[in-house]
């Protein structure tokens, strides 16, 4: 989990361009200039297989545009990453969440089959009830014909329409509610560095007011305010 900014980078608030300021031939330009350590990372986020990293780094340039204007100090470039990081983490656990419903239909469909096999309550065919139901559940995600007329089998034996995702629902209860206390989790501190960006963004913007008003004061005589 990424919850804790790097001490050192935390308290750095040179802008983030000085990094290059020895290399003439680095070029940079002072509006479209991320830290090489912030550009090592983007390279290579740690992804899982299938997770995309064009969407991630996305994700950070959204992020690191706003209204207030760009990310300028490192620490400011390592908020936008920890908190590009946590909204990732919590689309992830959404796609787990409908990856383990889907991992249990499986389950869920056998247990149908020997819920409603006209042998269930017979003493002693359980090991010959699974073997069926592990075959019957083959055939069910093999063929949709075959899935169709025990569907309707199901339904005469009285469970629902949506049997089987019921069925799924409650086998995944017990991970789905640790889930939602990782999204309760990340969310909350989301909107922790969220309010940190926002008050470092907001800081310079009236710096930079007052930088504009010392500079209007002069040419004018005046030290009137911008409003």
């Known amino acids: 989990m990424t919850d804790k900014i790097n001490s050192d980078l935390s308290e750095n608030n040179t802008p983030a361009e000085m990094e290059d300021v020895?290399?003439?031939?680095?070029?940079?330009?002072?509006?479209?200039?991320?830290?090489?350590?912030?550009?090592?990372?983007?390279?290579?986020?740690?992804l899982l297989p299938g997770?995309?990293?064009?969407?991630?780094?996305?994700?950070?340039?959204?992020?690191?545009?706003?209204?207030?204007?760009?990310?300028k100090t490192v620490a400011e470039y390592v908020l936008v990453y920890t908190i590009t990081m946590l909204t990732w983490e919590l689309?992830?656990?959404?796609?787990?969440?409908?990856?383990?419903?889907?991992?249990?239909?499986?389950?869920?469909?056998?247990?149908?089959?020997?819920?409603?096999?006209?042998?269930?309550?017979?003493?002693?065919?359980?090991?010959?009830?699974?073997?069926?139901?592990?075959?019957?559940?083959?055939a069910w995600f093999a063929n949709p014909a075959y899935r169709a007329q025990a569907a309707k089998k199901f339904e005469a034996a009285g469970y629902a329409t949506e049997a089987v995702e019921a069925e799924a629902f409650e086998r995944s209860l017990g991970a789905l509610a640790r889930i939602e206390n990782l999204v309760a989790s990340a969310q909350k501190r989301v909107m922790s560095f969220l309010k940190e960006l926002e008050s470092r963004f907001g800081s310079r913007a009236a710096e930079m007011r007052l930088v504009a008003t010392k500079a209007v004061g002069r040419v004018s005589g005046e030290d009137k305010a911008l409003e």
Request: charged share 30%.
């Open 51 to 71: 997770e995309n990293r064009d969407l991630f780094v996305q994700l950070f340039e959204e992020f690191e545009s706003t209204d207030l204007g760009r990310a």
């Open 22 to 46: 020895d290399d003439p031939e680095a070029g940079f330009d002072d509006a479209d200039y991320t830290p090489r350590s912030i550009k090592r990372l983007l390279d290579n986020p740690p």
């Open 91 to 138: 689309m992830r656990y959404q796609r787990m969440k409908v990856a383990l419903l889907l991992n249990q239909q499986r389950a869920a469909v056998e247990s149908l089959f020997r819920k409603t096999h006209d042998a269930a309550m017979v003493q002693g065919t359980g090991p010959a009830l699974t073997i069926e139901a592990n075959q019957s559940a083959r």
